[in-house]
C-alpha cells in the first residue's frame, strides 16, 4: 500500500491549518455561508438536510486496520458512532459538528487519509476493483495504475476547476468490478499479443439525470501513455466542457453532442502534443517503484484446498452458506478474498457501527495481512485469507453481527443516503431497502432467486446507481408524494447496459410488492435455475414484466 512521503505529510497538515483558519472566520461570522461554500468543498464538508457531513477519500478502496480503527474512533467521538461507506469507496459522516471538523481532519492525517477532492468540480477518488492483487482473474494489480492517478491528479493546477466533477475506475480483470463503462474515464488494464500491459479507454460514461455507457476511445494504449492520455481527454473536456448549465457540463454530454468521432479525434491531436513534449510519457523505474508499494504479502505455499476448511464446511451450515456467498477465488493456492457484507437483513446498507470497525480491523489485522479493501457495492473485503483460517474468520464475524452470506443476492442492495440525510434527494432509499431486505430475507429463497442485484438513489443523481441495477429504483416527488420509478436490466459489469423504465411510477406503500411481482415473472419464465435474472431479462424483454405489473396494478 501507497504511504505517504515528506511532501505528503506536509501538504495535508497545512491544508487542515488553513482549512482551521477558515472554520474559524465561519463560525465567527467573518464569511458568509456562500463565501464559505466553495471551501468547504475543497476539503469534503458538505451541508445536508440536518447536520454537516464529512466525505473521506479511501483511495482505490484499500485501507489498513490503523486507518479503519481511526474511522471507528471519529465515528465514536465526533459523530454517532457508525459511519457510511460509499459507491464511491469513500467514508461519510453524516452528523459532525463543523467546529470539529479541523480535529477530525488533523486525526485523519495522522493516519495518512484526508477528505481532499471529495466534492468539487474537479477528479475526485480514483476508484478500482475491490479485489485488486488478489483476485484470480487478474491481468495486473490495478491499484498501481490508480495510484500513479491519483498522484498526478491530487491539486493538478489545470484542472481543479472543471465544467463538472470527473471520474475516473480502474479494473484489470475479465470480470469488471470496478463499473468502469459508468465513468469520465474507464481504464481496462490489458495485455496484447506481445505481452506488453496497456489500456483499453473508454470515456464519457455516467449516470445521473442523462445516463450513457461510456464509449471506447482506444482498444490498447501502452503503459508508459497512461498520463499523456488521460491529461489529453481532460484538456479537450475542459476546453469544450459547458459551463452554462451544469445539467449538461459532464464529459458524457460533451461526447454526446459533439460525436465519439470528433472527440476521438480532438483527443489524439491533444495526446500529440503532449507526447511532443515528452514531460508525462511513464518511466518503466517510476512505474516499478510505485508498484513495490503493492507488493504481495508473503504467502505460505499451502494446498488449494483446505482439509480444515472441509471438515467445518460439513459440520457448520451458516459457514458453508458464506463460503458459498461471500469467497472468491485467489491467485495464491490456499488463501481465498472474502466479503463482509454491510447488508444484514433489516441494516442501512454500507453503514457500520465503531464497535463493528474495530472488529474487522482487528480481523484483518490477523488473518488478512493488515489489508482491507472497500468495494463500490458498499461492503468490506477480506483481501488475503487463509483458507485454514476462514472458520475462525468467519466466527469472529458472527461475534460482530457481520456474517450475513447474501453477496450478489436479492437483499445486498446499493442503495443512497436518500432523503433521511440529502438535501436534493426526493424520496427515502434506506426504509424501502430495507423493507425490500425484510421481504426477501429468508436465505433460501434469495439463493433460489440466485444473482440479483437491486439498486436505489432518491433522486436523478444517481448516487445509489439505480440506471445500472438488475432492478433499479429512482425516488421521485409526485405533489409531495414519494414515488418510485422502476427501471429493468441494467448492468454495471464488463456488459454494461443501462435499465429500461418498465410502467409508471408506484407509492412507497407499493414499491416492495411490485419487486416480488418482478421476481415471480423472472421465476415463472427463467430456464432453469442456471439463467440470472439479467440474462432472462435480456433473452425475454421488457412486455413479460411490463404486463405483470399492469395486471397487479390494475
Excluded at 13 to 18: D, N, P, W
Excluded at 473 to 489: C, H, N
Amino acid at each position: 500500500m501507497y504511504r505517504y512521503d515528506q511532501f505528503d505529510r506536509q501538504f495535508v497538515t497545512e491544508r487542515v491549518a488553513e482549512f482551521r483558519d477558515q472554520v474559524a472566520r465561519r463560525l465567527s461570522g467573518e464569511l458568509t455561508e456562500d463565501e464559505f461554500k466553495p471551501l468547504r468543498l475543497m476539503n469534503g464538508v458538505y451541508l445536508q438536510l440536518h447536520a454537516y457531513m464529512l466525505r473521506i477519500a479511501i483511495p482505490y478502496g484499500s485501507l489498513t486496520p490503523r486507518q479503519l480503527r481511526r474511522l471507528a474512533e471519529i465515528a465514536r467521538r465526533w459523530d454517532r458512532g457508525y459511519g457510511h461507506f460509499t459507491t464511491r469507496q469513500n467514508l461519510q459522516f453524516h452528523w459532525i459538528k463543523l467546529k470539529d471538523v479541523p480535529d477530525i481532519l488533523s486525526a485523519l492525517a495522522e493516519v495518512e487519509m484526508h477528505a481532499i477532492q471529495t466534492s468539487g468540480n474537479c477528479i475526485r477518488n480514483v476508484s478500482a476493483d475491490h479485489y485488486a492483487g488478489a483476485a484470480a482473474d487478474e491481468i495486473a494489480d490495478p491499484r498501481v495504475y490508480a495510484e500513479i492517478l491519483r498522484q498526478w491528479s491530487a491539486l493538478h493546477p489545470e484542472f481543479s476547476f472543471l465544467p463538472r466533477k470527473f471520474k475516473i475506475a480502474v479494473s484489470a480483470a475479465a470480470d469488471d468490478r470496478a463499473a468502469i463503462q459508468i465513468h469520465d474515464i474507464g481504464l481496462e488494464v490489458k495485455r496484447n499479443e506481445a505481452g506488453e500491459i496497456g489500456f483499453g479507454v473508454f470515456v464519457g460514461g455516467g449516470l445521473g439525470r442523462s445516463p450513457f455507457i461510456a464509449k471506447k476511445l482506444r482498444d490498447f494504449l501502452p503503459e508508459a501513455e497512461l498520463l499523456s492520455y488521460c491529461e489529453a481527454i481532460l484538456r479537450v473536456y475542459n476546453m469544450y466542457g459547458r459551463r452554462d448549465n451544469k445539467f449538461k457540463a459532464r464529459v458524457k454530454i460533451l461526447l454526446h453532442e459533439a460525436g465519439q468521432e470528433e472527440i476521438s479525434r480532438q483527443v489524439e491531436a491533444e495526446y500529440a502534443a503532449i507526447r511532443a513534449q515528452g514531460r508525462l510519457t511513464l518511466p518503466q523505474a517510476e512505474i516499478d517503484r510505485i508498484r513495490a508499494y503493492f507488493a504481495p504479502p508473503a504467502f505460505e505455499d499451502l494446498p488449494a484446498r483446505s482439509a480444515t476448511l472441509d471438515a467445518a464446511l460439513a459440520s457448520d451450515e451458516g459457514l458453508a452458506r458464506f463460503v458459498e456467498r461471500n469467497l472468491a477465488a485467489h491467485k495464491q493456492p490456499g488463501y481465498g478474498v472474502v466479503t463482509i457484507s454491510l447488508k444484514a437483513i433489516g441494516a442501512v446498507p454500507g453503514d457500520v457501527t465503531a464497535e463493528q470497525m474495530e472488529a474487522i480491523a482487528d480481523i484483518a489485522e490477523r488473518y488478512s495481512a493488515g489489508d482491507l479493501r472497500v468495494s463500490h457495492e458498499q461492503n468490506l473485503v477480506l483481501p488475503h485469507v487463509k483458507l485454514d483460517d476462514l472458520p475462525t474468520v468467519y466466527a469472529l464475524l458472527q461475534k460482530a453481527g457481520l456474517e450475513t452470506p447474501n453477496a450478489g443476492l436479492i437483499s445486498d442492495i446499493i442503495c443512497c443516503p436518500g432523503l433521511d440525510y440529502c438535501s436534493l434527494a426526493n424520496a427515502r432509499s434506506i426504509p424501502l431497502a430495507q423493507r425490500i431486505a425484510e421481504r426477501f430475507g429468508d436465505l433460501e429463497r434469495q439463493t433460489l432467486i440466485g444473482d440479483l442485484k437491486i439498486k436505489i438513489s432518491g433522486c436523478i443523481n444517481a448516487c445509489g446507481h439505480h440506471h445500472v441495477g438488475h432492478i433499479g429504483i429512482l425516488g421521485v416527488d409526485r405533489k409531495g408524494e414519494e414515488f418510485y420509478q422502476i427501471t429493468l436490466g441494467g448492468s454495471g459489469d464488463q456488459n454494461a447496459s443501462l435499465g429500461e423504465i418498465v410502467g409508471k411510477g408506484f407509492s412507497s406503500a407499493e414499491v416492495v410488492d411490485v419487486i416480488e411481482t418482478i421476481v415471480d415473472t423472472y421465476l415463472a419464465r427463467r430456464q432453469g435455475p442456471e439463467e440470472t435474472f439479467l440474462a432472462c431479462f435480456r433473452r425475454v424483454g421488457e412486455a413479460p414484466f411490463r404486463e405483470a405489473l399492469y395486471a397487479t396494478a390494475a
